[in-house]
Protein backbone atom coordinates (compact mmCIF):
# COMPACT_ATOMS: atom_id res chain seq x y z
CA UNK A 1 0.00 0.00 0.00
CA UNK A 2 0.75 3.55 -0.80
CA UNK A 3 0.13 6.85 1.02
CA UNK A 4 -0.52 9.41 -1.60
CA UNK A 5 -0.01 12.97 -0.84
CA UNK A 6 -2.88 15.04 -0.02
CA UNK A 7 -4.59 15.38 -3.68
CA UNK A 8 -6.22 18.46 -4.77
CA UNK A 9 -7.94 16.08 -7.92
CA UNK A 10 -10.24 13.70 -5.96
CA UNK A 11 -9.66 9.69 -7.21
CA UNK A 12 -12.70 8.00 -8.14
CA UNK A 13 -13.57 4.22 -7.37
CA UNK A 14 -16.66 1.80 -6.39
CA UNK A 15 -18.66 1.11 -3.41
CA UNK A 16 -21.94 -0.02 -2.22
CA UNK A 17 -24.10 1.39 0.67
CA UNK A 18 -27.25 0.65 2.19
CA UNK A 19 -29.91 2.33 3.38
CA UNK A 20 -31.50 3.93 5.82
CA UNK A 21 -34.59 6.64 6.52
CA UNK A 22 -33.86 8.70 9.53
CA UNK A 23 -36.18 11.10 8.92
CA UNK A 24 -34.42 13.45 6.13
CA UNK A 25 -35.08 10.96 3.42
CA UNK A 26 -33.36 7.92 2.17
CA UNK A 27 -29.48 8.01 3.28
CA UNK A 28 -26.80 6.32 2.18
CA UNK A 29 -25.14 4.10 4.67
CA UNK A 30 -21.62 2.44 4.86
CA UNK A 31 -22.34 -1.08 5.26
CA UNK A 32 -19.39 -2.37 7.56
CA UNK A 33 -19.36 0.61 9.98
CA UNK A 34 -23.22 2.13 9.95
CA UNK A 35 -21.73 5.42 9.13
CA UNK A 36 -24.00 7.91 7.26
CA UNK A 37 -23.49 9.74 3.90
CA UNK A 38 -25.32 12.73 4.44
CA UNK A 39 -26.78 14.58 1.75
CA UNK A 40 -24.61 17.57 -0.07
CA UNK A 41 -21.99 17.43 3.01
CA UNK A 42 -18.61 15.70 2.13
CA UNK A 43 -17.97 11.92 4.29
CA UNK A 44 -15.35 12.21 6.80
CA UNK A 45 -13.45 9.49 7.80
CA UNK A 46 -12.38 9.03 11.38
CA UNK A 47 -10.85 6.04 13.26
CA UNK A 48 -12.02 3.61 16.10
CA UNK A 49 -8.61 2.95 16.90
CA UNK A 50 -7.36 6.49 17.24
CA UNK A 51 -5.23 7.19 14.41
CA UNK A 52 -4.71 10.95 14.22
CA UNK A 53 -4.24 10.52 11.10
CA UNK A 54 -6.69 9.07 9.25
CA UNK A 55 -6.45 7.41 6.71
CA UNK A 56 -3.16 5.41 8.25
CA UNK A 57 -1.16 3.32 6.31
CA UNK A 58 -0.83 1.17 9.45
CA UNK A 59 -4.44 0.93 10.23
CA UNK A 60 -7.72 -0.07 8.15
CA UNK A 61 -9.42 3.15 9.10
CA UNK A 62 -10.63 5.11 6.14
CA UNK A 63 -13.59 5.61 3.48
CA UNK A 64 -13.41 2.65 0.97
CA UNK A 65 -13.55 2.73 -2.53
CA UNK A 66 -12.18 -0.27 -4.98
CA UNK A 67 -11.18 0.51 -8.58
CA UNK A 68 -12.92 -2.91 -10.10
CA UNK A 69 -16.52 -4.29 -8.93
CA UNK A 70 -15.54 -7.79 -7.99
CA UNK A 71 -14.45 -6.95 -4.66
CA UNK A 72 -17.83 -5.17 -3.92
CA UNK A 73 -19.70 -8.93 -4.26
CA UNK A 74 -19.82 -10.07 -1.05
CA UNK A 75 -21.12 -6.74 0.26
CA UNK A 76 -24.03 -6.68 -1.73
CA UNK A 77 -24.89 -10.18 -1.22
CA UNK A 78 -25.10 -9.47 2.31
CA UNK A 79 -27.69 -6.63 1.42
CA UNK A 80 -26.23 -3.56 -0.12
CA UNK A 81 -29.18 -2.01 -2.18
CA UNK A 82 -26.86 1.02 -3.80
CA UNK A 83 -23.86 0.73 -6.07
CA UNK A 84 -22.20 3.50 -6.76
CA UNK A 85 -18.79 5.67 -7.98
CA UNK A 86 -17.21 7.85 -5.26
CA UNK A 87 -14.83 10.63 -5.05
CA UNK A 88 -12.07 10.32 -2.37
CA UNK A 89 -10.09 13.23 -1.69
CA UNK A 90 -8.17 14.76 1.12
CA UNK A 91 -5.45 11.36 2.74
CA UNK A 92 -5.46 9.24 0.49
CA UNK A 93 -3.57 5.68 0.60
CA UNK A 94 -3.43 3.32 -2.57
CA UNK A 95 -3.98 -0.24 -2.44
CA UNK A 96 -3.59 -2.95 -5.02
CA UNK A 97 -7.27 -2.83 -5.26
CA UNK A 98 -8.63 0.36 -4.49
CA UNK A 99 -8.37 3.57 -2.44
CA UNK A 100 -9.15 4.08 1.45
CA UNK A 101 -9.43 8.35 1.93
CA UNK A 102 -10.30 10.87 4.09
CA UNK A 103 -13.27 12.54 2.39
CA UNK A 104 -15.67 11.22 0.00
CA UNK A 105 -18.97 11.74 -1.80
CA UNK A 106 -20.78 9.94 -4.14
CA UNK A 107 -20.63 11.05 -7.73
CA UNK A 108 -23.05 8.52 -9.86
CA UNK A 109 -25.39 5.91 -8.09
CA UNK A 110 -27.18 2.45 -9.36
CA UNK A 111 -29.69 1.32 -7.42
CA UNK A 112 -29.81 -2.77 -7.69
CA UNK A 113 -32.92 -3.78 -5.85
CA UNK A 114 -36.05 -2.51 -3.49
CA UNK A 115 -35.04 -0.20 -1.11
CA UNK A 116 -33.74 -2.33 2.07
CA UNK A 117 -34.45 -0.39 5.06
CA UNK A 118 -32.24 -1.14 7.60
CA UNK A 119 -34.48 -2.52 10.67
CA UNK A 120 -35.36 0.31 12.94
CA UNK A 121 -36.21 2.59 9.69
CA UNK A 122 -38.49 0.28 8.41
CA UNK A 123 -40.06 0.29 11.83
CA UNK A 124 -40.05 4.17 12.03
CA UNK A 125 -41.30 4.27 8.07
CA UNK A 126 -44.26 2.24 9.22
CA UNK A 127 -44.99 4.06 12.28
CA UNK A 128 -44.66 6.95 9.63
CA UNK A 129 -47.08 5.64 7.57
CA UNK A 130 -49.63 4.51 9.62
CA UNK A 131 -49.91 7.47 11.70
CA UNK A 132 -50.34 9.43 8.47
CA UNK A 133 -53.00 7.15 6.77
CA UNK A 134 -55.27 7.25 10.44
CA UNK A 135 -54.86 11.30 10.64
CA UNK A 136 -55.81 11.53 6.99
CA UNK A 137 -52.78 12.60 5.94
CA UNK A 138 -50.11 12.00 2.91
CA UNK A 139 -48.18 9.10 4.17
CA UNK A 140 -45.03 10.16 2.34
CA UNK A 141 -42.26 7.09 1.70
CA UNK A 142 -43.41 3.89 2.40
CA UNK A 143 -40.88 1.31 3.60
CA UNK A 144 -40.96 -0.92 0.68
CA UNK A 145 -39.98 1.17 -2.76
CA UNK A 146 -38.64 0.52 -6.10
CA UNK A 147 -35.55 1.07 -7.81
CA UNK A 148 -37.14 4.12 -9.34
CA UNK A 149 -38.33 5.90 -6.77
CA UNK A 150 -35.51 5.66 -4.36
CA UNK A 151 -32.98 6.78 -7.65
CA UNK A 152 -35.18 9.54 -7.81
CA UNK A 153 -35.19 10.67 -4.34
CA UNK A 154 -31.65 10.09 -3.92
CA UNK A 155 -30.94 12.16 -7.15
CA UNK A 156 -32.54 15.26 -5.76
CA UNK A 157 -31.22 14.60 -2.20
CA UNK A 158 -27.53 14.12 -3.00
CA UNK A 159 -27.76 16.15 -6.17
CA UNK A 160 -26.01 13.59 -8.63
CA UNK A 161 -27.04 11.28 -11.34
CA UNK A 162 -28.74 8.16 -9.66
CA UNK A 163 -30.06 5.39 -12.36
CA UNK A 164 -32.71 2.49 -11.35
CA UNK A 165 -30.29 -0.72 -12.47
CA UNK A 166 -32.88 -3.83 -10.98
CA UNK A 167 -30.80 -6.00 -13.21
CA UNK A 168 -28.15 -5.85 -11.09
CA UNK A 169 -29.04 -8.20 -8.44
CA UNK A 170 -26.95 -9.48 -5.94
CA UNK A 171 -26.74 -12.83 -6.73
CA UNK A 172 -26.15 -12.00 -10.67
CA UNK A 173 -23.20 -8.99 -9.56
CA UNK A 174 -20.28 -11.94 -10.34
CA UNK A 175 -21.09 -12.49 -13.72
CA UNK A 176 -21.76 -8.98 -14.40
CA UNK A 177 -18.78 -7.49 -12.86
CA UNK A 178 -16.94 -9.58 -15.46
CA UNK A 179 -18.96 -9.25 -18.19
CA UNK A 180 -19.36 -5.49 -17.29
CA UNK A 181 -16.04 -4.41 -16.67
CA UNK A 182 -15.55 -2.39 -18.98
CA UNK A 183 -18.43 -0.29 -19.11
CA UNK A 184 -17.50 0.22 -15.30
CA UNK A 185 -13.96 1.48 -15.86
CA UNK A 186 -15.40 3.98 -18.76
CA UNK A 187 -18.38 5.09 -15.84
CA UNK A 188 -15.51 5.47 -13.15
CA UNK A 189 -13.45 7.50 -15.72
CA UNK A 190 -15.74 10.20 -17.06
CA UNK A 191 -17.24 10.30 -13.54
CA UNK A 192 -13.30 11.64 -12.40
CA UNK A 193 -12.84 13.06 -15.72
CA UNK A 194 -15.98 15.05 -16.25
CA UNK A 195 -16.53 16.31 -12.72
CA UNK A 196 -15.25 20.05 -13.09
CA UNK A 197 -17.66 20.17 -16.19
CA UNK A 198 -20.33 18.72 -14.35
CA UNK A 199 -19.98 21.42 -11.35
CA UNK A 200 -20.07 24.15 -14.19
CA UNK A 201 -23.13 23.00 -15.31
CA UNK A 202 -21.36 21.65 -18.75
CA UNK A 203 -24.86 20.04 -20.37
CA UNK A 204 -22.12 18.11 -22.60
CA UNK A 205 -20.20 16.45 -19.35
CA UNK A 206 -23.69 15.68 -17.95
CA UNK A 207 -25.13 13.51 -21.46
CA UNK A 208 -21.22 11.71 -21.40
CA UNK A 209 -21.83 10.62 -17.68
CA UNK A 210 -25.32 9.60 -18.28
CA UNK A 211 -24.28 7.55 -21.31
CA UNK A 212 -21.55 6.17 -19.88
CA UNK A 213 -23.92 5.02 -17.26
CA UNK A 214 -26.79 3.59 -19.14
CA UNK A 215 -24.28 1.26 -21.35
CA UNK A 216 -23.07 0.01 -17.68
CA UNK A 217 -26.80 -0.64 -17.00
CA UNK A 218 -27.41 -2.63 -20.14
CA UNK A 219 -24.43 -4.39 -19.49
CA UNK A 220 -26.39 -5.93 -16.83
Not at 29 to 35: A, C, D, E, F, N
Not at 41 to 66: D, F, I, N, Q
Not at 76 to 92: F, K, M, N, P
Request: net charge positive.
Amino acid sequence: MTLVPDVASPVAGWRVWTVADRGRGPELVSPVRPMSWIHREPATATCLEGCAACPSVECRCGLYATAGLAPLVLACRRGAAVLGCTALWGRVVEHTDGWRGEHGYPLVLFVMSGLLLDPVSRIRSTRRVTSAVRHGLPSGHDHVTGPETLARELARLYAVPAHPAPGLAADRLRGWARSGGQAADAVRSEAADGLAGRRLGDPAAHARLARRAQELVDAA
